[in-house]
């Protein structure tokens, strides 16, 4: 719905990746829509911890020598990067922990 073909002959490379994804793993009973049960199992999946996906995710961006951890320097070199973060709520936890 989000892609309109205009005369192109071909289509992006991200509808072919969404097309797939829907295909695959969305419309699990294969009617071609997704149902109630299906977009709440899309949004809200039941085995995804969104706060270790939050975090995990702040450290990849971060972590700028990959040892796994951060340092001051590098949560300051990405302070905005945390402070939109949900992590930590906002930036609310950097202003908190004498550690940030």
């Keep these: 719905d989000m892609y309109s073909h205009d005369g192109d002959a071909d289509e992006p490379e991200w ?28 949004i809200l999946p039941s085995d995804y911890d969104h706060a270790e996906a939050e975090a995990r995710h702040l450290v990849y961006e971060s972590d700028q ?5 951060l340092s001051r320097e590098e949560i300051v070199e990405k302070y905005d990067l945390f402070v939109g973060s949900q992590a930590t709520d906002f930036g609310e936890a950097l202003v908190r922990h004498d550690e940030f």
């Design 65 to 69: 020598n990959k040892d796994g951890k």
């Design 15 to 42: 509808v072919k990746t969404e097309r797939e994804q829907f295909v695959e793993f969305r419309d699990k009973n294969r009617d071609g829509k997704m149902d109630k049960e299906e977009t709440k199992d899309w």
